[in-house]
């Protein structure tokens, strides 16, 4: 089904094969396997297939305010959000409102509500994909970073999530130097690297004890 959305149309039998790593007589059952589950597909054998309808992207529907969260939530990331997020957001919106009720998706295009700063975040430098994934993947990394009056130093973290605290973008970390929980702005990286340390599976319970301690200290709360 990706290949057929991702391929120009229509696609042969042999561009899906070399795409999906089967042979030709495989690409001409699975056809009718999907269209025997409900997906619509044009053409045949020594011409090209065509999507025409996906099954497994059945059209989504919402109630108003769910639609108008959707809309706040969504733009409120493409104005915050690093680079990546930003441009994923955007993706977002524009794959909801292909895939919504005409009425549903003119309500999106025109929702009541939406989000808009005047004062963007400081602007980051690092990578902020890559640091995503190695908090996903429970992975220590190595920092240079510079405090609130530009004094370098290198850290080892163990990175359990981003937030956006206060205007700005923080890493919530384990440091290793403090041997404690630290929040450490993003904009104040200048660089990382992902070792091949793992603190898995400990992330999950980590972040909620650092979580349960910020709220219990908040307000007010120190950046490092």
Known sequence: MQALRDLPTPATAQALALETGVSDRTIYRDIDTLRGLGAVIDG????????????????LGFVPEEIEALVVGLTEVTQIGDPTLARAAKSALTKLKSRLPAAQAHRLKHAVLTAKRFYKPPPITIDASALRQAAWEERTIAVDYADAN?????????????????GTHCLLAFCHLRQDYRVFRLD???????????????????LREFKNRLDAEAPPHSQT
């Open 188 to 206: 104040r990286l200048r660089g990382f690297t992902v070792t091949d340390r793992s603190f898995r599976p400990r992330r999950i319970p980590m």
């Open 150 to 166: 530009g004094i370098p130093t290198a850290r080892e973290l163990d990175p359990l999530t981003i937030t956006f605290l206060d």
């Open 44 to 59: 045949e054998a020594g011409f090209g297939f065509t999507l025409i309808e996906d099954a497994t992207l059945p059209p």
